[in-house]
């Protein structure tokens, strides 16, 4: 296999992807409406140039497969089958496998695969058209053109020139609508190479500043900073994807989540073009998937409860994306029976999570969803009751540098809030020093910097000082001490936290200013460690690293607040 059959293989491949999940929506569409004429088009035109395509570059498999496919199609396509829920759970089967082949394929260009139980499947819906019919064809009916040739005259024929002038329209002007916006593919690879060529670049014109003196009494100066800045925008700009693919599948796993609970639910999305960082978008699919399923299940009622609640049948969730200053706002809305704040009580106290002394507000009740193991669920089913699920939905989410939020009201629904960054290869930084040391802190993080006064500071024996911060009392902790930095300062300034319902207070000795950093991976010696985001290069060309507090932290604000409990009880 030469270079250039590797090239064309690997080609089809990336579109068939892009295929796939096009298809996957159309047949869930199609499912609503069976009837659908335009929308059984595109589909079998999308099978048909999967077929050709698939043969050409030599993949038989999938040419085979989807040949068969094509043959109930062109059935549903000529009313000789309707498109029952089962006609399509068939054809969702041979999507998935076809996405299963592709992605093997993608590691191995001569994976070969087991299609023996999905082709007895199609078969098995072509046998049933018959009885399907919704009424006798007036000419007998031919077997599926086997040649290319007669397939596109079966295909392409026209039903009458009438019909098809208006279409032929619609085709023109989708034509000149992608002359507008051509795209070209690009390995991520270059865009990382490019980002990290102009993160040097943004170096060395803060470098090229500092040289200069007074920035503001230099017009070479401030042109090439605003050209940087541009510069900087757009190759950010090339990263960033629409979270329509993700939100789009979103509706298989309503439709099987649906089916396997025998409850009727409709997905409505919201903000399909908003746009973020590729690396975050791809981290979003489990937290979701999560989220929607617990709504399902968790959330939306048998539609015989919702008649007896005075709701219509079908449930409804809505997943909503928006821009909200330099994060993207998802939310998933459902409007079920709500989380009762007093039956996740009673199960944390049963489970020994809390005790039953702890006196907890509503919110905090709602917000023990999220610890580790909780779950409502008395049986373990194919949905949940494993204890994993919005614990997982939590972490993740963290990692990514975002928060989750919750918010519930008995009998109307929930709302799960995710907040997650724009981008992650640059952050607003802030950057501070502590110990004779430079460290950029995510300006995310903090909520808001105080002067450390030793009348507001408490020590106790064997635990960490607590900071009196207005009517509250938090941890304070030392980021000197806790890196392991050798000359140590007394802390001057305290960096407040807060995450969920807990805050704390991280001593520094100063913050110098706030400013944008390019985040590149840590070196190998700060590689693995905890609390340690990444690594960046400060305007004097030195390197520093990025901390990240929450993960430094967190573990031993539980612990803290777990000692208060206990205590208290």
Not at 38 to 53: E, P, S, V, Y
Not at 238 to 259: C, E, H, N, S
């Amino acid at each position: 296999m030469d270079d250039f059959e590797i090239e064309i293989k690997k080609e089809f491949l990336n579109e068939a992807k892009d295929l796939l999940q096009n298809a996957e929506q159309a047949f869930l569409e199609l499912e609503k409406d069976p009837s659908n004429k335009d929308l059984i088009d595109t589909i079998f035109r999308c099978a048909h140039n999967l077929k050709g395509t698939s043969r050409a570059v030599g993949f038989g498999q999938i040419a085979e497969l989807t040949h068969k496919a094509e043959n109930l199609l062109l059935e549903i396509k000529q009313d000789k089958i309707i498109a029952t829920d089962r006609v399509v759970s068939v054809l969702l089967l041979f999507n998935d496998k076809v996405r299963e082949m592709v992605e093997g394929l993608t590691d191995d260009l001569s994976a070969s695969f087991e299609c023996h139980d999905l082709l007895e499947d199609l078969d098995l819906a072509l046998q049933g058209k018959d009885a399907a019919r919704t009424e006798e064809p007036a000419s007998p009916v031919q077997d599926f053109p086997e040649t290319l040739d007669v397939m596109e005259q079966a295909h392409f024929a026209p039903s009458n020139t009438a019909s098809e002038a208006p279409k032929q329209q619609v085709r023109e002007q989708k034509k000149e609508a992608r002359k507008e916006d051509e795209t070209l593919r690009v390995s991520l690879h270059r865009l990382e190479k490019l980002n990290d060529l102009v993160g040097e670049l943004v170096i060395l014109q803060t470098l090229v500043e500092s040289s200069l003196g007074k920035v503001g009494e230099n017009k070479t100066a401030r042109s090439l900073g605003k050209l940087c800045k541009d510069i900087q925008d757009l190759s950010m700009s090339l990263r960033m994807v629409a979270v329509g693919p993700t939100f789009q599948k979103l509706g298989r796993i309503v439709r099987d989540t649906t089916k396997l609970l025998n409850k009727k639910v409709e997905l409505k999305l919201i903000g399909e073009e908003t746009e973020i960082d590729k690396t975050v978008v791809e981290s979003l699919g489990d937290p979701l998937v999560h989220i929607i399923r617990n709504a399902i299940d968790h959330g939306i009622e048998t539609p015989e409860d919702r008649l007896k609640a005075g709701k219509s049948e079908q449930g409804m969730v809505e997943v909503m994306a928006f821009h909200e200053g330099n994060f993207l706002i998802i939310q998933i809305t459902d409007d079920g029976k709500g989380i009762n704040p007093e039956v996740l009580h009673k199960k944390a106290i049963a489970k020994g999570i809390i005790s039953p002394n702890l006196s907890m507000t509503d919110q905090q009740k709602v917000e023990l969803i999220f610890h580790p193991g909780f779950s409502t669920k008395d049986e373990v089913s194919e949905v949940s009751g494993r204890g994993v699920g919005m614990d997982v939905v939590k972490t993740n989410i963290q990692q990514l540098g975002g928060e989750v939020k919750v918010r519930s009201k008995v009998g109307s629904g929930s709302c799960f809030r995710l907040m997650l960054p724009l981008t992650l290869a640059i952050i607003e930084g802030m950057l501070i020093e502590s110990g004779g040391q430079s460290f950029i802190i995510p300006k995310s993080q903090v909520q808001e910097v105080n002067r450390i006064e030793n009348k507001d500071v408490t020590q106790v024996t064997g635990r960490v000082p607590y900071l009196k911060l207005r009517e509250e009392v938090i941890p304070l902790f030392s980021l000197e001490e806790d890196l392991g930095v050798k000359d140590r300062t007394i802390s001057k300034i305290a960096l407040i936290v807060r995450h969920g319902d807990k805050g704390f207070a991280v001593g520094i000795s100063d913050v110098l200013r706030l400013q944008q950093v390019v985040i590149k991976p840590p070196t190998k010696e700060m590689a693995g460690r905890f609390g340690v985001m990444g690594t960046t290069i400060l305007g004097d060309g030195k390197p520093s690293v990025i901390i990240d507090l929450l993960s430094l932290y967190m573990k031993r604000v539980h612990k803290e607040s777990a000692i208060e409990h206990k205590s208290a009880s």
